[in-house]
Each structure stands twice: as C-alpha cells, then as structure tokens.
C-alpha cells in the first residue's frame, strides 16, 4: 500500500494497470501535439505528480522544441524529479515546474489558455460529482479554442464512473475525440475538444478540493 503520493509513483514499476493507462494518456499527449498549429503549443499539467506522462511524450516527439508547459504538483520530492527530467532532456527554459496548490486558478495564470490541459489521476479523488462538474466548467477557462483534455478515471466495483465525466464534458462544450478502458478493464481514459469560446476570467479562484489518498488509489490498483 502506497504510504504517500512519492510512494504511490513507485507502483508504475510494477501495475499493469498504471502502466496502461501511461501508455494511452502518452498516445493522446503525443496526437493532441500533432494536431496543433504551427508555432508555440502551450501544455499546462495540473496534480502532475513527476511529469512522466507530457516528459516521456517529450523525449522523442517532433514538436517537442515547440512545447511551452507548466506542471503544477504539491510533493516536493515529485517535483524535483520532475526537474531532473526536464534538465536531462534540455528542455529546461521551456518545461516550468512549480512544487504548489494546482486547485488554485492563479498557479496557471499566464500559461492558459493552452492548446494542452493534462488533468490525470484527479478526477477519482474528488469529493463528489459537484466538483469534478466544477472542475470541467472551470476548463473553459483553461482551454483554447480547439485545445484538448486529456483525463483518467478509475472505474470502481462495476461502476462506470467514466460515463458521468464524458457526459459532463459534453454539456461544457467539450467534444469526445477519444475514449478508451485500459486492457485490465478498470481504468478510463478520455481525450476532449474545446469547441467554443475561451472565457477570459476563471469562475472560481478554488476550482476543485483534492481529497483522495494514496492508499486509496493503491487500493483500486491492486485489485482489478
Ligand atoms: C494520482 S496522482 C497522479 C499523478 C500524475 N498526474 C499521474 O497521472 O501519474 C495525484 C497527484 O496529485 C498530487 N496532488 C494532490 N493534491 C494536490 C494539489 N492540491 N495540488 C497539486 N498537486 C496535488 C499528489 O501529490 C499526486 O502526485
């Protein structure tokens, strides 16, 4: 059982499912990338726990030199492996991690809207459906026009939790561009189109609570 959210990263050495889900938030990183226009791409990542996810995209991807990001996480020890990993790649004037409060709207000021949102691994830890409706309403700040989302949500006891997030996607003016389950069939992965105009001031200063916990995931983990 992950006893923190360092802790928790180490999982990824050895769950199927963890290493699945990578495998489909990287391949939508990497086609959301490719749609862009020409010139800079902006990627915000918020809970971005170590960045593998937009960094491993970055060690191989074409528009890499293009990609202008900020990753916001709250452990320390991830952001500065984080660091690390933007460094060995040279990429360290472009790719900004901050070790702070991602729930705060004015931790991405100045880099949104983007042409990328990475929100992995948040939306299961999430007090209710209020919030996560809060959350994704507040996106319309976040995004250009034609920007993607790009989520993961856990589905628990037979219970497709995915089906409400797609659905409230789609009342936010986001359109589905992809979905997919993991192979271990207990994880969602989705990819959402910003289809209308950018609001220019955020809707709420707070715009979620982060209330889930390591040991929790660990749990969803563990047993398929
Ligand atoms: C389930 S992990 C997901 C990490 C990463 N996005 C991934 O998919 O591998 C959730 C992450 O959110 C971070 N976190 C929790 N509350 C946060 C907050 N208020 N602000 C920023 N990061 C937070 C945790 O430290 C943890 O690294």
């Given at each position: 059982m992950?006893?923190?959210?360092?802790?928790?990263?180490?999982?990824?050495n050895?769950q199927?499912?963890?290493?699945?889900?990578l495998a489909?938030?990287q391949k939508?990183?990497?086609d959301?990338?490719?749609a862009?226009p020409a010139?800079?791409?902006?990627?915000v990542s918020?809970c971005?726990?170590?960045?593998?996810?937009l960094?491993g995209v970055l060690?191989?991807?074409p528009r890499?030199?293009?990609?202008r990001?900020?990753l916001v996480?709250?452990?320390?020890?991830l952001?500065?492996?984080?660091?690390?990993?933007?460094?060995k790649?040279g990429?360290?004037d472009q790719?900004?991690?901050?070790?702070?409060?991602a729930?705060l709207?004015a931790?991405?000021?100045?880099?949104?809207?983007?042409d990328v949102i990475?929100?992995?691994?948040i939306?299961?830890?999430?007090?209710?459906?209020?919030?996560?409706?809060k959350l994704?309403r507040?996106l319309?700040?976040?995004a250009k026009?034609?920007?993607f989302a790009?989520w993961?949500?856990?589905?628990?006891?037979?219970?497709?939790?995915?089906?409400r997030v797609?659905?409230i996607?789609?009342?936010n003016n986001?359109s589905?561009?992809?979905?997919?389950?993991t192979a271990t069939?207990n994880?969602?992965v989705?990819?959402?189109?910003?289809?209308?105009?950018?609001?220019?001031?955020?809707l709420?200063?707070?715009?979620?609570e982060?209330?889930?916990?390591p040991e929790k995931a660990?749990?969803?983990?563990s047993?398929p």
């Open positions: 992950a006893k923190d959210w360092f802790a928790w990263h180490d999982l990824y050895s199927e499912l963890l290493q699945q889900r489909i938030v939508y990183i990497s959301s990338l490719d862009a010139g800079t791409i902006q990627v918020a971005s726990g170590d960045g593998r996810d960094l060690e191989t991807h890499a030199k293009d990609v990001a900020r996480e709250l452990d320390p020890k952001v500065e492996r984080g660091k690390e990993a933007i460094a790649l990429l360290t790719i900004e991690f901050i070790n702070g409060d729930t709207t931790n991405f000021a100045g880099h949104v809207p983007a990475i929100v992995a691994g939306f299961g830890n999430l007090p209710n459906e209020e919030v996560l409706q994704i507040n319309t700040y976040f026009t034609g920007a790009i993961t949500r856990g589905e628990r006891d037979g219970f497709r939790y995915s089906e797609r659905a996607f789609q009342e986001f589905e561009a992809d979905f997919q389950l069939g994880m969602a989705g990819r959402h189109r910003f289809d209308s105009q950018t609001i220019s001031e955020p709420d200063e707070h715009f979620f982060f209330t889930g916990t660990g749990l969803l983990v047993t």
